[in-house]
């Protein structure tokens, strides 16, 4: 049977694995001729900085030398840069004129470096850094001295940087972003970089948008848009590249940023494979090796007859390939909604580690400074490895993972005394050790109290509570629930059971039949278990002001100076001139010093005197006016857009639709405040993705959000649910605030709670059982008819007085002269 | 009448305190909090926390303590001392209840007025 022909334009990394592949699969099936743009033999592009830094030779980082095409019976024309496909007559031809037919065509055009537009790009002095001519070029220029300016701070920017500075140039790195490799790291490690990089002599400079290349015919500068101008013999742009499709286009095949491929590798035209930097597959295009190599594999295989050979992207790995900097990244490690990180910081020996987890199966990881583990990483990443049994070590790495019995305290008692434990307030575990043995703690509330380590946002309490068991021992016994405070040693999913199930319905019942250790509790426990009993028995539960926080206690929010806030509702964020006016009456009369917009769409009268509040809600109540909660753990705000009343992209009536759930749901308490919004259409200018719950109106209906965030922490919401009509969206956000007023620990935002119970359980509950929906709807409902009651006109009318008035005025102290 | 000899002053109703609450005696050296624990005990101090000045008449008043609330500092009502791992000290003023009247010490609320240190 005579050979096919197989014609390769491009003589890259790519397209030599493809061939070695398919030598391997089908050695005689092809006749293979190959077209180079440049005057050379596949060399390992990847080694172009250990060549430019002079640790390597290009003789050492040739793949296939001349000896192997001829072994392979493969024609290679050199320097022939392919000018034309014609796909009816199937033939390639070349600059030179040379014309070769083809029954099967690669092209593997690779990729162009992008060239900034800016003044002076054309500057002799100015190169890119992609081949083997730019590496020499950079040598020859480098051999003069003088000073190099390299325009961005990526891989290829900092390996050439580093290059340029071994080969003795002083060296400046301009970077657009905020932090270097931002593809690639994290903003904390790209801090640890750059101060790397800065430590071997590189400057660097971040946000640097360059404005011109200076010089006449010559480089002589860069001058950046803020006016800072480096001078520089040799200028270096690694911006980034662009697949080279401009050949594939012109053959007509279908071509978006690169040439577009099926799974199969195959282009618009059966006949041509597209591989490497060139091709798009599944919306991608690819830069690093691994992907372009897993293409390779798909094109040797169709070539050798299996049809069922696919590519699909694959996690990839980086490293940065400059000699004293470690630094491993792989996978996805952006932040997500669904995802959770485990960081460990190691200052003092400049260590960062990263990992990302969704669902206990790592897709992630950043690390510098220590990169040994990064393959055992990465290839739990691509396996897709369940990773729960070793979660408590795996940032350790894999020397912790002994058998199936790794011991956690193992892994802590190596961490050094300079290992960072609380992220929050900067407390390293040799602060928590010898605050412990100092002062002779023996709770994690003292070592809470002393370091404060796990004080703020608690996630790191485990790692905590293994630092006092190694002080401590085994006296040390870590609680497997975390206490409410330090009144009981149930914790807050404890105590709301036993609520329930004891029928306990009034704080001194709880705390007789549990047992608190305190005679009443302390200002931790007791708001916690006065809203518990508001929220488990509705009109039955006399609410205890003297257990609510001040700013509930008397509606209104206590300021640094004593003084307080008043904000009444705006139903929806609507207001009107009567409103207005009434609250510019009450601004004057009580000469309150500040007003203010708020972000809930109302108006924030600051620094009222207690002793005034009474009469300033009065005022404000004659208008209709109620009270806002701006202070309470309970429904806030209703934030919406114009939707359909005005707006020409509405798709419902959001502002209507955020009053109704407004008026429905005002006076409610929950575990801590709840804010919304509802938002005309997906622009979303009520930003209702943020809130506790927010709904998005379509033109199908209303799609509804829950446990998003924008406060200490900022998370996007997810979506539970979809409802077609108003009715609906009132009652599944009704269901979904009552299940959260049930399940919730006291503080504990919508957020944490969907996180803590899983989204799948509300999304069970809420939305995949209409029975239970309709149940915590009702129980709802019930409680709403004990809430709606506006605590300003209760005051107005003479409700807790004492609390607005002084008990006794002395004109006291006479006898102090 | 020397330094030493109190000099009671008649400043409400103990009644008029509620239990686990505070109520203000304004005076010219500044507003006095005035606590009536959860077992019926009362005590003074001056209604500023040693940390950041906030107004402790307006925590929440547990055992013989009260957690400021501005920033959860806990100070003791029997002597104006920070709890916990927190330092600082309000001054207290004596207090005696004769026939449920609250009667406080004009001599120290008169050394309120003088600069401390």
């Known amino acids: ?817 | 009448m020397n330094a030493m000899t109190a000099e009671w002053i008649d400043v409400g109703a103990e009644a008029d305190i509620p239990l686990r609450g505070a109520r203000v005696v304004r005076s010219l050296a500044g507003d006095i909090a005035v606590f009536r624990a959860a077992d019926g005990s009362v005590f003074a101090l001056r209604d500023r926390c040693p940390h950041k000045g906030g107004p402790l008449s307006q925590g929440i008043v547990h055992g013989h303590g009260v957690t400021c609330p501005l920033h959860n500092w806990v100070i003791s009502l029997e002597t104006g001392e920070a709890q916990g791992a927190d330092h600082g000290c309000t001054p207290r003023i004596p207090v005696q209840i004769t026939e449920g009247r609250v009667l406080l010490d004009a001599r120290a609320i008169a050394r309120l007025a003088v600069p401390h240190g």
Not at chain 1, 135 to 152: C, D, E, P, W
Not at chain 1, 276 to 288: I, P, R, Y
Not at chain 1, 620 to 634: F, P, R
Not at chain 1, 737 to 757: F, H, N, P, S
């Open chain 1, 1 to 817: 049977m005579a050979k096919q022909k197989l014609v390769v334009v491009g003589n890259g990394m790519a397209p030599g694995r493809a061939l070695e592949k398919l030598f391997e699969l089908a050695p005689d099936a092809y006749e293979v001729t190959i077209f180079n743009a440049e005057p050379r033999v596949n060399y390992d592009r990847i080694m172009l900085s250990p060549v430019l830094s002079g640790e390597k030779t290009y003789e050492q980082i040739v793949i296939h030398g001349d000896g192997w095409y001829i072994e392979k019976g493969i024609t290679l024309y050199k320097g022939h840069k392919v000018t034309e496909i014609n796909r009816s007559a199937r033939t390639v031809t070349s600059e030179h004129g040379e014309t070769v037919s083809y029954d099967r065509l690669i092209i593997a055009t690779g990729s162009n470096p992008v060239i900034l537009p800016v003044p002076g790009h054309q500057l002799s002095g100015v190169l890119t850094y992609r081949d083997l001519d730019d590496v020499h070029a950079m040598m020859l220029a480098a051999k003069a001295g003088g000073r190099a300016v390299v325009i961005g701070g990526g891989l290829l920017g900092l390996e050439a940087a580093a290059g340029l500075q071994a080969q003795g140039m002083e060296v400046v790195v301009l970077h657009l972003m905020p932090t270097l490799m931002e593809r690639q790291l994290d903003p904390a490690a790209g801090y640890l970089l750059q101060k790397a990089v800065e430590a071997r002599g590189i400057k660097v400079h971040c946000k640097a948008n360059t404005h011109e290349i200076t010089g006449t015919d010559r480089v002589t500068g860069v001058r950046l848009d803020d006016g800072t101008i480096y001078p520089a013999d040799l200028v270096v742009m690694a911006v980034g590249i662009r697949p080279n499709a401009a050949l594939a286009k012109a053959a007509g095949l279908e071509v978006n940023r690169g040439i577009l491929v099926n799974p199969d590798m195959r282009t618009s035209d059966p006949a041509i494979f597209a591989l490497g930097e060139c091709a798009e597959a599944s919306g991608q295009v690819f830069g690093l090796v691994a992907p372009l190599y897993d293409m390779a594999g798909v094109v040797a295989k169709q070539l050798a007859g299996d049809a069922s050979a696919a590519f699909s992207p694959q996690a990839t790995a980086t490293k940065l390939k400059v000699t004293g900097i470690d630094l491993y990244s792989a996978g996805d490690f952006a932040d997500a909604k669904d995802r959770e990180e485990i960081v460990l910081r190691d200052p003092t020996r400049g260590v960062y580690k990263r990992l990302v987890l969704k669902d206990n199966i790592l897709i992630g990881a950043v690390l510098y400074g220590d990169t040994g583990d990064g393959p055992w990483f990465f290839d739990m990443i691509r396996r897709g490895t369940d990773i729960s049994e070793m979660r408590e070590t795996l940032i350790f790495g894999q020397g912790y993972q002994g058998g199936a019995l790794a011991d956690p305290m193992a892994a802590v008692a190596a961490l050094p005394d300079e290992a960072e434990i609380c992220g929050c307030n900067g407390v390293c575990k040799g602060k928590i050790t010898t605050t412990i043995a100092e002062l002779g703690l023996t709770s994690l509330d003292e070592v809470r109290a002393h370091t404060k380590a796990s004080a703020s946002c608690g996630s790191c309490t485990g790692l905590v509570e293994q630092v006092i068991r190694l002080s401590l021992g085994d006296s040390y016994n870590p609680a497997a629930v975390q206490p409410m405070c330090g009144c009981t040693d149930l914790g807050h999913d404890d105590v709301r059971r036993l609520i329930k199930a004891k029928e306990l319905k009034s704080i001194p019942a709880i705390m007789q039949e549990l047992g608190w250790k305190t005679s009443c509790g302390c200002a931790k426990c007791r708001p916690a278990l006065n809203y518990y009993l508001i929220c488990d028995w509705p009109g039955e539960y006399a609410d205890d002001s003297q257990s609510r926080y001040i700013n509930e206690r008397v509606h209104a929010n206590i300021q640094k100076d004593g003084t307080y806030s008043v904000v009444p509702r705006m139903w929806g964020g609507l207001t009107s001139a009567k409103e207005l006016r009434a609250i510019a009456d009450v601004v004057d009369k009580f000469a309150i010093p500040t007003v203010k917009v708020t972000g809930g769409q109302r108006i924030d009268l600051l620094g009222v005197k207690k002793e005034d509040l009474p009469a300033v809600w009065s005022d404000l109540n004659q208008a209709g006016m109620i009270s806002g909660a701006a202070y309470a753990k309970g429904l806030r705000t209703v934030k919406t857009c114009v939707g359909t009343d005005w707006c020409r992209f509405g798709t419902q009536d959001s502002t209507g639709l955020g009053v109704k759930i407004e008026k429905f749901m005002w006076g409610s308490w929950t575990p801590a405040k709840l804010k919304m919004a509802v938002s005309g259409c997906p622009r979303n200018c009520a930003e209702a993705t943020c809130k506790d719950i927010g709904v998005i109106c379509v033109d199908s209906g209303y799609e509804i959000h829950f446990a998003g965030a924008a406060g200490l922490d900022i998370h996007g919401t997810q979506v539970l649910g979809h409802a077609k009509t108003e009715d609906e969206t009132i009652e599944i956000i009704a269901a979904l605030t009552q299940l959260y007023r049930e399940q919730g620990r006291y503080l504990e935002r919508i957020y944490k709670w969907a996180k803590r119970v899983g989204t799948d359980s509300i999304k069970q509950a809420i939305i995949e059982d209409p029975a239970r929906r309709r149940m915590l709807f009702d129980r709802f409902v019930l409680s709403q008819r004990f809430a709606q009651i506006d605590p300003w006109a209760e005051r107005v009318a003479g409700k807790d007085a004492h609390e607005f008035a002084p008990i006794g005025t002395l004109s006291l102290p006479q006898a102090a002269e």
